[in-house]
């Protein structure tokens, strides 16, 4: 009798625990830097390198140049070789948004506090919707951040 009933519950049981697993957070926001997704950062540069010039791939995949009037000062990122590149560049103050890195330990460890310091950081892309709102001045990944595999749209001019 009592296997019977086991066996009755067994699946709704598993069911209902595989549903919270579903659950647990992919987003980690840090409070205290958390202000900077709606404030910009101040930052000194040289202007005399500006305008510059940079050759890069646009959302459909053709090389454009772009012209920027001033450094980036908000910056979403997206999988862990674009986060840690612009730490090592030092600009881990601009970075408003870190996608795509599973856990702070497969960061090398001379850029964890600046990671830990990315107000918004999740393991999953943002839709392009999201990532807008946040209004970032550059994003950077990976060419095929921009394209249908990982968002339906495809267009982020």
């Known amino acids: 009798m009592l296997g019977k009933t086991i066996g009755k519950w067994l699946p709704i049981i598993a069911a209902g625990l595989i549903f919270l697993s579903g659950c647990a957070p992919v987003v980690k926001e840090n409070g205290k830097t958390m202000p900077r997704i709606d404030g910009e950062a101040k930052i000194e540069w040289n202007r005399e390198k500006y305008p510059l010039a940079v050759e890069i791939l646009n959302s459909h995949g053709e090389k454009e140049r772009q012209v920027f009037y001033s450094p980036p000062k908000r910056v979403a990122a997206v999988w862990q070789n674009s986060i840690e590149t612009l730490l090592a560049l030092g600009v881990e103050d601009r970075i408003i948004a870190g996608m795509g890195v599973p856990d702070r330990k497969y960061i090398r460890e001379e850029y964890q ?44 001019e």
């Open 113 to 156: 506090a600046g990671y830990e310091a990315i107000p918004y950081k999740s393991l999953e892309n943002l839709d392009p919707e999201t990532i807008m709102m946040m209004r970032p001045d550059f994003i950077a990944g990976w060419s095929s951040t921009f394209t249908t595999r990982f968002s339906a749209v495809r267009n982020f």
